[in-house]
């Protein structure tokens, strides 16, 4: 890319990426200038171990590569690129507010040389906005639209929005099994910068295996934009106050959505999350992070997901897609079964009764086998290799029940009674891994990482109150906050295994 268009001047300026400090060129000047000056500083390099030791470890020498193109072969370098970005991590880390980070940054030593700055090289707001809009191309310029008031009625409490199309997701699914991709997506190259940066740090770590469970969840993002816009007509001069005149929105991208966690009508978009849970480490990590329409189904969002996640990590292996009821649907279960990724998927009570499983074969709400006498059937394992089927024994004979009467109808086999039942039969109820049974049930227990996830992204990074406004710089503070979840567990694991001291690395000790 050639130039850069600013909004604000209306002209080309091309602009050069200038010299890149590596990663152990930026530790070795945090370290030096830290040691040198530790005495002076001392206490507030105690108040910002956190903030110092994750950014100490924070490797964005693969950011490069990734933002090279957005920038001319001639012009004005810009040489604090990976500070820049750095900076932003950090300022997220503080929940700080970016119109008045520089100015904290020109008057607290401590923060500007975690940051990889000196006093004389602190870019100005306009920089950081620069550097956004490089990596994120959305136009948000606010313009004049119709306004859509917030709706009347209420949807109830745990209920969502119906899809706005019927058979969305069929439609989808039909695409993406032909080769349908979502490349042309603004948010491509952050998610990019997310996955290769960031979470490709936490794969080296060991604290993401190659075979991995993931969770999806939506959650409601409000924006900090007005939903009544800005009045640019002569209504009120003339006496009307109540018009239909189109307004100048600064969010024009916002939507209404229905929050049915806190039953009311929000303003704003729906972040659409993958994460997967840690066994070992008891950490939760976000792995994929868009932003979409308020009023989208999690449905639609869910497929959408899954491809696009899978092209963003060709090297990992998806095991088993977790999710609530809103993805409980036939067509994404067959594109789970397309993609031989197990479904862990809570049945949604509205799809009660539709099924295609055969007529002869009595079975419960959750797809599990009921013998004769009226019991729940055990699981006895999954047949990959020879007929691709799922087996069920006798309870009695298990020792799985207790029988108030004796049980004439089943087998006399010592062996007990056997069904089987066919994935092929009905994607939906008869999934390979058992509904109902233990390894279903601790599967679906990892689903609340996805949930964990999402309120440390609102509440502990501070999403949901900083009113930021546009999709462009909410999707970016989002990215941000996953870069800080991810540097927590990096740094705790290091900790863990002795392999990180704060007061060894800078030679600091606390006084006695």
Known sequence: MGGYFTQHFRKVVFILLGTWRSHSGYQNFVVSTFSET??????????????????????????????????????????????????????????????????????????RTVAGFTLDNIPETTSYYDFMNRIYKLDERPRLKAIKRKPSKSIGGDKKLVPKKSGSVLKLKEQILKGRRFN??????LQKIFAEVCVAQSIEFGLIPQTISISGDGTCMETGASSCGV????????????CDCSRKFSDPNARWGWDSHNEHWFYGYTGYFISTYNKTSKTDLPLYLRLVDANRHDSVSAVVAIAEFRDLYPNLIVDTFISDCASDNYPT?????????????????????????????????????????????????????DRCRIKWRCPKVLSKAEYAEPCDNCSKSPYGRVIHTKPSWDTR???NIPRGSKQ?????????AAERVNNRILNDYDIEASRVRGKK????????????????????????????DFNSIFAIQKAS
Request: hydrophobic share 40%.
């Open 473 to 500: 710089h909410m999707s970016i503070y989002t990215t941000l906050a996953g870069f800080n979840i991810h540097l927590d567990a990096q740094l705790n694991m290091l900790k863990s295994k002795g392999l990180f």
């Open 184 to 189: 042309n997506r603004p948010e491509l190259l």
């Open 429 to 431: 109820l008869f999934t």
């Open 38 to 111: 530790s005495r002076f500083y001392m206490p507030s390099l105690f108040e910002y171990e956190d903030a110092i030791s994750k950014l100490y470890i924070a490797n964005l020498d693969k950011l490069k590569d990734l933002i090279s193109p957005l920038y001319s072969n001639t012009g004005r370098p810009a040489e604090v690129q990976p500070e820049i970005f750095r900076s932003l991590i950090l300022m997220n880390h503080l929940k700080f507010p970016l119109d008045k980070w520089s100015q904290k940054l020109k008057s607290n030593f401590v923060l």
């Open 231 to 242: 009045k640019v007509c002569d209504c009120v001069k003339n006496g009307i106050y109540n």
């Open 440 to 448: 279903w049930k601790d599967k679906m227990k990892e689903r609340t």
């Open 333 to 385: 279960y067959d594109l789970l079964d397309f993609w031989n990724i197990n479904a862990v998927i809570a049945l949604n009570s509205k799809n009660k009764g539709k099924t295609i499983y055969p007529a002869c074969i009595s079975i419960d709400e959750n797809g599990v086998p009921i013998c004769p006498a009226g019991y729940q059937m055990i699981y006895d394992g999954f047949s990959h290799k």
